[in-house]
C-alpha cells in the first residue's frame, strides 16, 4: 500500500509507493566522465577566460587571476542577476516586475579539472566550506540583499553546464518563495510547540535511528521522513542554528567532513549520480531566529519530475527514506582518520 | 537586464534573462521515435496485458477488452495511489503520514501505436476530452476524492515510461498543495479586486496582444507572462468558468481544436520537443467557484531544473514569452478546416 507522508516544514506531501520501488543498481549513474581541460575557462592558465577573482586561496602568495590558487571565486559570466542597479519594482497592468539586482559568483573548488568533491582532500573541502562562509559574511554588508542562497550542480543532467567541478552563490533582494514556505512552516510548528520543527526532527531521527546516515559531534546527516527524491539527504547541525555564517570556526572540519563523506557514500552506492544540493539559512536581516535551523539538502537526479509533481506539488518517490538510510550506512568507503565519524 | 516577474497567482518569481537566450533551434528535441508495438500493453490485441477497462470508445460495439477500441482508459497497473481503503492519517512522532488513497487511470489516447496528440484526428481529439469530462463526472461521486487531475507526459524526458500516447489522471483524497497556492493566489487577489485573475489575465492578454498565441470564440492559448519555462503555454476558457467539468457540449470540439493546435505549433517550433501538460480545474467540493478558473498548463521539457531553482523556488527562463508567442504565431502548420481558428 502505498503511503503519504507529509513534510512538517512546509506541508508538502510525498506519496512513498515501493510497489514501483527501485534499488540503487537500477538507476543508471549518467555522470559523463571528465574529458578536457584545455578549454576549461575553470583550469589553472585559463584565469582570463573568467571575470576577476572575487577570492582565492593561493598558498604561495602569487599573482590574483594567475595559476598558483586551490580555490577560486569569481563573478558568473552569465549572471542570473546583475551586482548594478537598483531593483525598480513597477507593474504592467496587473502584473508585477522588478530588475534582477543580486549577485551571482562561482565557487571554483579545486584546481584540478578531473576531481569531484568525493576526490579533494579534508583540507581543500574545509576550504570550500571556508569560502561559502567568507562570500556570505562578505555579501550580508551589501543593504540590497535579503537573502544569499548556496548551491551545487553536478553532472550535466542536474543542470551543470560546465563540468570542472564547481558550486554557486546567489545573493537575492527578496527572500525566495522556498525559504519562506519553510520559515513560515516552522514559525507554525514553533507558535504551537514554542520549540525549533528543525531541532524536533533531529531529536526524533537520532531516537529512531532509522534514517540517519551518519553524524559526528556536531552534524547529522540523514534521509528525511518525506523525501521528494529516492536518496534525498539532509545535513543539519545538531544543536540550534538559524544561520550558517554563525558557524564556529572548530565545526568547520567536522561540517566539511560530513558533507564529504555523505557525498562519497552517495557517489559509491548510486553510481557517481549527478546532483544537487542547496544549503538553506535564514535571511540576511535575521528574522525567524528560533525557529528557523541552516541545513543541507542534498538531491540525487534519479528520477523525472512529471506532470503528476508540476500539477499537485506532491512528489512521488519510489524508495523510502529508511532503506536509502540503511543503503547508504552498510557502504564501505575510505574514509580520513584523523576525523572521528560516529556511525550511528 | 535580466527582469524579475511575478506570477500574479501563486506569487512565484521568474527571472527573465534574455541574455542566455536561445532561439527554439537551440533546444535539441529528445523524443524518441516509435519503434516497436509487438509489446505494448497499450496496443489493440494486448488488452489482456493491462487492468479491465474502465471506459472505452467502440464504434463498432466490440466486446469489451478485446480490438475495436478508438480510446481506452484502464487504472493504472503500477498506481501511485490505490482505489481501495480509507484515508488513516495518523502521526509518527512528530510526522503525520496516511494511507495512499485515490484513483489512478489511463487514457490511452489512440490504438495507434506511432501517433501522437499532434497526429490524430480531430474527431479523435475530440474523444480525448470527452474521455476526460467522463471520467471526471464519475470519480466526483466517490466521497473520498476533494481532487481530479488530469496530466500527460509525453516523451521520456519528460517522465513518460511507455511510448504510445497517453494522458493520466488521478484522484486525490487531499487537494493538491500547488492548486491550494492557486486558488489561495486568486483568492487574494478577489478579495482585494473581486475580479478573478485568471479573467483579468485574459482580458489584458487579449488587449496587449503580445502573448497570445491562438484564440477561437470560447478558448484562448498565450505564454503567461511570468512563465517558469521557455515555450510553456496556458490555454483558459475566455469566459470566466471555474470547473472543466462543466464544459459545455458545443465547446468541446474548440477546446479539442485549440489544445491539438497549440500542440502541433510547438511540435513544430521545438522539434517534437517533450513535454508534460496539467489541467488544472476547481476541487470536487465546489469551492472557489467566484475566484478560480480552469486551465490547461504545457510545460515543453527543454531546460532542466537545477539547484537554483530547488533552493528559491523561482525559475530562470531564458526565452521571453513574447518571443515565444511571436515564434508560435508565425509557424505554419496544417489544420483541418472546420473549425476556424481566429489567429489574434
Request: with cysteine.
Amino acid at each position: 500500500m502505498p503511503e503519504l507522508r507529509k513534510d512538517p516544514i512546509v506541508g508538502r506531501w510525498v506519496i512513498i509507493s515501493t510497489e514501483r520501488g527501485k534499488r540503487p543498481s537500477d538507476f543508471s549513474g549518467t555522470l559523463k566522465r571528465k574529458t578536457e581541460s584545455k578549454l576549461c575557462p575553470f583550469c589553472p592558465g585559463n584565469e582570463s577566460a573568467t571575470p576577476p577573482e572575487i577570492l582565492a586561496f593561493r598558498p604561495n602568495s602569487s599573482e590574483p587571476n594567475r595559476p598558483g590558487w586551490t580555490l577560486r571565486v569569481i563573478s558568473n559570466k552569465y549572471p542570473a542577476l546583475r551586482i548594478e542597479g537598483d531593483l525598480n519594482r513597477e507593474g504592467v497592468g496587473i502584473f508585477d516586475k522588478m530588475n534582477g539586482v543580486g549577485a551571482h559568483e562561482v565557487i571554483i573548488e579545486t584546481p584540478e579539472h578531473e576531481k569531484d568533491l568525493v576526490d579533494i582532500s579534508p583540507k581543500q573541502m574545509e576550504d570550500v566550506i571556508w569560502a561559502y562562509l567568507n562570500r556570505c559574511i562578505d555579501l550580508k554588508k551589501d543593504r540590497r540583499f535579503r537573502y544569499i542562497l548556496i548551491f551545487k550542480n553536478q553532472g550535466e543532467a542536474a543542470g551543470a553546464s560546465l563540468e570542472h567541478s564547481h558550486s554557486q552563490l546567489i545573493a537575492t533582494p527578496i527572500v525566495p518563495k522556498r525559504v519562506i514556505e519553510e520559515i513560515e512552516g516552522a514559525g507554525k510548528y514553533y507558535g504551537y510547540k514554542e520549540r525549533c520543527v528543525f531541532c524536533d526532527m533531529v531529536k526524533q531521527e537520532i531516537a529512531d535511528n532509522e534514517r540517519v546516515v551518519i553524524k559526528n559531534s556536531s552534524y547529522i546527516s540523514f534521509e528525511p521522513f518525506a523525501p521528494r527524491f529516492p536518496f534525498e539527504t539532509w545535513i543539519l547541525p545538531i544543536k540550534h542554528s538559524p544561520a550558517f555564517e554563525d558557524t564556529k570556526k572548530e565545526d568547520i572540519p567536522l561540517l566539511a567532513s560530513i558533507l564529504q563523506e555523505t557525498l562519497k557514500r552517495l557517489a559509491k552506492a548510486l553510481n557517481n549520480p549527478p546532483y544537487n544540493y542547496i544549503l538553506h539559512t535564514s535571511p540576511i536581516d535575521g528574522y525567524a531566529t528560533q525557529e528557523y535551523h541552516w541545513h543541507i539538502e542534498i538531491m540525487p537526479k534519479l528520477t523525472r519530475v512529471a506532470g503528476f509533481e508540476w500539477g499537485t506539488g506532491f512528489y512521488i518517490n519510489p524508495t523510502t527514506p529508511e532503506d536509502a538510510a540503511n543503503y547508504l550506512k552498510e557502504i564501505e568507503i575510505s574514509t580520513p582518520d584523523k576525523i572521528p565519524s560516529l556511525k550511528s
